[in-house]
């Protein structure tokens, strides 16, 4: 089982999220410090609440040894900060509140392995060995839990010392309401201890309502419900003097109100603490658990306000399921034990996973996106996303179609999150005509945003319904969106469509064609075909399924006309490039009535006087997605888009043009996500040769995680291992802790939904197969191995697979499933002599050369086993 440790400069970028899915999270960075406090139904990149951090002392015989702060040092820069308050801005030094000045510990080493983080603190002042496990819950299928708004704690201490010593534990938390509205209360309820940070000054309806809770179950605890009031620097001052005298803290209270904080630079916030105390023995250990949880319950669209000026208020998920944050906390810390075992089958069966060391990196790091602010829960608990995370807002609204494409890790570990994106957007999105918004407005109910539909957030919608209808295999649920589906695919021909994409009824998408990269192509390209083509292989699949035979015919000679354009007029040999001629600005001439994204008229947005041609356009280039369509074709089971002999040529060509060992010897004009010596893969190459552009295709020299993802995944699926892991190594290599948090790969925007593609990797390796319309769960390990193990999630279950010593066995770990089929490999599937659950015979038979069929039945409950027996030889 690979480990992931970080330690001295490669600390220093890390904030590991810790917060549940559209709840919000705060960040633990490399030092041990709470920071990126991303709890308010928004981001907060950046940001610290005022003194909150967890400090330890030691005393024997009544005299205190030493006392810290639980942080390792803080990295640079150490002039402060450009964009603060003055007195604290650049030229002042770091902010107070990062607790710096105080005596902490000299380093730290950071293990983090989403979902659950460690750090341990080293310094040789401390008598004793100190470290803080941190986790939020994460467990597939398990969407209530996995949405808790509370990061869970632990702090292990071991005595190292010849003398038994007392160790005291400190969690200080700051309320971040002003003191003025501020009300902490101390409050013994069953088992519990806990600090209720709230406030008094605000209706429970504004948007600026909330509180905070510390919690623990630990018996022996002091408190103080406020640090000292006071001015200049006197609440930090008095903290640190109550901590280091020996025994435990006395409280302080004030009556709510009863501020006076005139004069001076005084602290305009108002902390409390709550600190354990325990007695260990030379070489004793004992851990105390901390839970501190949020709630603040009332979202409204502060990003696009709607009119007449006064929002429509909507409650999180979480507050219709939490009065407030000391139920939250209870709840946490009566089913810790329970919530801390799942998540850690989890992260074990996932870590035990037969991958690549930067494949199993960038699997679990990016499930770390699922618990950023870029994901929200509604108030009926279906998902929504923006693209990714401003440093205070989110980025490009909307759960947008056509980069929501590429995230494929809600899909198998939370499908009925998943399916409820589909139902939103059918419900919301879709025009009379057929086409379909591609960003969901809030609050729901709102107007559409009616720019111009996408052609791959259109048929990609299809894809994703197509692949979450065999996730679940819930045929109601297909037959429920059967007409939206139809009127998706049938608006490329539609009269009301005035982009015209495909009115000849060809199976080639033309015309005007929004996209990702935001601006328009025009003329057939087999990137946006691509998405067009298995959009119509998934319809006419379900059609079959629901006894639309019309439809069903339509749609696979559509797809077999297109198909067959595609691999014949835009393959040039190496690769399939976009047909188009540049030159010719009548193109643009049936579309001047439209909308353009920039604003303009389409001849001022798209024609370039000075050089003669139509801007924005891959032409000649060797784009990154050209046959990403395959890649979904690939996962979700839709057989070949495009011919197998040319899509790997084309692949092996984006090796060899668009992925660059050393980014610093490439011209880029765009956003700077890879620097120097770094590698990457560029979204559009133009080889020597080739036309090149004078103004290409939006992005055209950036390197965007998410697309990377999608094109070395494909790469490993075609049989290209080595080249698909030179580009995800790549990646992770940028994100390595020093250059750039490995919890966070941006695009546009922090925290970005596209890298979500790399879980794709873990299906790719395992050769993963699903269908549950037919009960069927396969593998077909990319590589191999004497001995193998895989994580999979799938439908209503998740638990992993093994194969090794003369046998394979299928482990339920959670929830159940029910199984008629399971596919091999072909020389796998011929070994098979016998088939076993619960120690129980199987009867069964070959369906097909790689396909084993059950005779009945079999229902996997957790724990339970189903074991194929394999010949020798």
Request: proline share 5%; with cysteine.
């Amino acid at each position: 089982m690979h480990e992931f440790f970080y330690s001295g400069a490669k600390t220093n970028e890390i904030s590991f999220p810790l917060g549940g899915i559209g709840s919000g999270c705060i960040g633990l960075a490399g030092n041990g410090r709470l920071i990126d406090w991303e709890i308010y139904n928004r981001p907060n990149k950046g940001s610290l609440n005022g003194f909150t951090h967890f400090a330890v002392k030691a005393e024997k015989s009544g005299k205190v040894l030493d006392a810290r702060i639980l942080n390792g040092n803080l990295p640079p820069p150490y002039s402060g900060s450009y964009h603060t308050p003055r007195f604290n801005q650049f030229g002042f030094g770091p902010c107070r509140e990062t607790m710096a000045g105080f005596p902490h510990f000299r380093s730290t080493e950071f293990q983090g392995e989403f979902p659950t983080a460690r750090v341990a603190f080293i310094g040789e002042h401390f008598p004793a060995k100190v470290h803080l496990t941190a986790f939020n819950p994460m467990i597939p299928m398990n969407d209530k839990d996995s949405s808790l708004p509370s990061a869970f704690f632990e702090i292990g201490i071991e005595n190292t010392t010849a003398d038994p010593l007392d160790y005291t534990v400190v969690f200080v938390v700051t309320n971040p309401a002003p003191s003025a509205g501020v009300e902490n209360t101390l409050v013994e309820k069953d088992s519990m201890h806990a600090l209720h940070l709230a406030r008094n000054d605000l209706p429970k309806d504004d948007p600026a309502y909330g509180d905070l809770t510390v919690a623990t179950c630990e018996k022996n605890v002091s408190y103080q419900e406020y640090l000292y009031r006071g001015n200049w620097f006197d609440d930090a001052g008095v903290y640190w003097n109550d901590l280091t005298q020996p025994g435990k803290f006395v409280n302080r209270s004030y009556s709510p109100g009863s501020v006076d904080k005139s004069g001076g630079n005084c602290n305009t916030l108002d902390s409390g603490l709550l600190a354990v105390h325990f007695t260990l023995a030379p070489g004793q250990s004992k851990s105390t658990r901390f839970i501190l949880s949020w709630n603040f319950p009332n979202c409204y669209n502060y990003w696009k306000p709607e009119p007449g000026g006064k929002p429509t208020i909507w409650k999180n998920y979480y507050a219709t399921l939490f009065e407030d944050s000391m139920t939250t906390a209870g709840y946490g810390l009566a089913h810790w034990d329970r919530l801390y075992q799942d998540t850690t089958a989890f992260h074990d069966s996932l870590f035990s996973s037969s991958l690549p060391r930067a494949v199993l990196d960038a699997v679990s790091g990016n499930l770390s996106i699922l618990k950023s602010p870029t994901c929200l829960r509604l108030q009926n608990g279906a998902f929504y996303g923006f693209e990714g995370c401003h440093c205070d807002c989110g980025s490009c609204e909307g759960s947008c179609t056509h980069v929501w494409n590429y995230a494929y890790s809600l899909p198998f570990l939370f499908p009925a999150l998943e399916r409820s994106m589909r139902d939103l957007d059918f419900q919301y999105n879709l025009m009379d005509s057929g086409g379909m918004a591609f960003r969901l407005q809030l609050p729901l109910g709102r107007t559409p945003l009616f720019f111009r539909p996408c052609v791959d957030g259109q048929y990609g919608g299809v894809i994703k319904a197509y692949r979450d209808w065999k996730i679940s295999g819930d045929d109601a649920w297909i037959k429920k969106h059967w007409d939206a589906i139809k009127a998706n695919i049938d608006y490329a021909w539609s009269d009301q469509n005035p982009d015209r994409w495909d009115i000849n009824q060809d199976g080639v998408i033309e015309g005007r064609q929004h996209h990702t990269l935001d601006m328009e192509l025009f003329g057939a390209n087999s990137w946006l075909t691509g998405f067009y083509l298995a959009a119509l292989k998934a319809a006419a699949e379900i059609a079959d399924h629901l006894g639309d035979a019309a439809h069903g015919r339509l749609y696979r000679r559509l797809f077999q006309s297109g198909k067959e354009w595609v691999d014949r007029q835009l393959f040039n040999g190496a690769y399939y490039h976009q047909e188009v001629d540049l030159h010719d600005a009548e193109l643009l001439a049936p579309y001047r009535d439209g909308e353009v994204l920039t604003g303009h008229e389409i001849t001022q947005a798209y024609w370039n006087e000075e050089a003669g041609e139509i801007k924005y356009q891959i032409g000649e280039g060797c784009c990154i997605d050209q046959v990403v369509a395959q890649w979904h074709a690939n996962i979700c089971g839709l057989g070949d888009i495009f011919d197998k002999e040319k899509r790997v040529s084309a692949l092996a060509s984006i090796y060899r043009y668009n992925f660059k060992r050393q980014i610093g010897e490439e011209k880029n004009p765009c956003r700077l996500f890879s620097l120097n010596q770094e590698s990457g893969t560029i979204i559009c190459a133009f080889p020597e040769g080739k036309r090149v552009p004078a103004i290409p295709v939006p992005y055209a020299e950036e390197t965007m995680c998410g697309f990377e993802y999608q094109v070395a995944t494909h790469m490993i699926q075609e049989g290209m291992v080595r080249e698909g892991l030179d580009l995800v190594s790549a990646i992770r290599d940028r994100f390595d802790g020093e250059k750039r948090n490995p919890w966070n790969e941006f695009e546009c925007g922090s925290n970005y939904a596209r890298s979500m593609a790399s879980y794709a990797l873990l299906l790719a390796f395992s050769g993963f197969r699903f269908d549950m319309t037919r009960k069927l769960i396969g593998f077909k390990p990319i590589e191999e191995a004497e001995a193998q193990t895989f994580f999979w999630s799938l439908g209503t279950a998740w638990g992993t697979w093994s194969a090794g010593g003369g046998r394979v066995e299928l482990l339920v770990q959670h929830g159940s499933i029910g199984l008629e089929r399971v596919v091999f490999k072909r020389d796998t599937a011929e070994k098979i002599r016998a088939v076993t659950h619960l120690g129980h015979p199987v009867r069964y038979q070959l369906e097909a050369e790689d396909t084993v069929l059950l005779s009945e039945a079999c229902t996997l409950g957790k724990n339970e086993l189903l074991v194929f027996e394999l010949a020798d030889g």
